[in-house]
């Protein structure tokens, strides 16, 4: 949420910046109301519809019905780098 928190502190900067001008201040205040919204909607849907990594996928999300599922053992780098431990790291 640090990025709506920037977001209404730069809606509030361009409130006072364009208190001269009406008109833009009043499309800039519409763009920055919509941007809010859109990172708060983005936000949501991290939260509700999160991405999955398990044993043997990962599954990816995007929207409420598209879901891609890949396989992390595909790649030996990508198994070496992703692959969930059971035991803790050997030390050197």
């Known amino acids: 949420m640090g990025l709506t928190f920037v977001c209404?502190?730069?809606t509030a900067g361009m409130a006072v910046l364009l208190r001269g001008w009406p008109a833009v201040h009043a499309v800039v205040l519409v763009l920055d109301v919509y941007t809010v919204l859109m990172?708060?909607?983005i936000h949501a849907a991290?939260?509700?519809r999160p991405h999955v990594l398990d044993?043997?996928?990962l599954r990816v999300r995007d929207a409420r019905t598209r879901i891609c599922g890949y396989p992390w053992r595909t790649s030996r780098r990508c198994?070496?780098?992703c692959a969930p431990r059971t035991s803790p790291p050997r030390a050197n």
């Open 55 to 57: 044993a043997t996928h």
């Open 46 to 48: 991290g939260v509700t």
């Open 8 to 10: 209404v502190v730069e």
């Open 79 to 81: 198994a070496a780098s």
């Open 39 to 41: 990172v708060v909607g």
